[in-house]
Nanobody, 125 residues
Framework: VQLQASGGGLVQAGGSLRLSCAAS????????MGWFRQAPGKERQFVAG????????YYTDSVKGRFTISKDDIKNTVYLQMNSLKPEDTAVYYC???????????????????WGQGTQVTVSS
């Protein structure tokens, strides 16, 4: 299984970025997927998740209304659209998948077995 995250970069506050997570060896059509982030000196934290059906999405409170997680089962890719970015969104962003398919909502790093390499997002004030 490989998860390849991309799309990070440097953006001014108020700007937007779209992260992508291309999966191989794991069909996102039958796996719940998640995005996490880790700022320097801090623990990795949950950002957003999507059910394997794609019909349910969930977010940490600090990004609700600004970030949107989605997926394309044909491209086997998960996305994180980030709007109205703030300096406190600066972190390395990781996509992740659990070990079990057809499963529920996952909020904790221990729920996930597969991780991408991370992509840096820097928001300047």
């Amino acid at each position: 299984v490989q998860l390849q995250a991309s799309g990070g970069g440097l953006v001014q506050a108020g700007g937007s970025l779209r992260l992508s997570c291309a999966a191989s060896g794991l069909p996102v059509s039958i796996y719940a997927m998640g995005w996490f982030r880790q700022a320097p000196g801090k623990e990795r934290q949950f950002v957003a998740g999507i059910a394997y059906t794609g019909s349910s999405t969930y977010y940490t409170d600090s990004v609700k209304g600004r970030f949107t997680i989605s997926k394309d089962d044909i491209k086997n890719t998960v996305y994180l659209q980030m709007n109205s970015l703030k300096p406190e969104d600066t972190a390395v962003y990781y996509c992740a998948a659990p070990s079990r398919s057809h499963s529920g909502h996952y909020y904790y790093t221990s729920d996930y077995n597969y991780w991408g390499q991370g992509t840096q997002v820097t928001v300047s004030s």
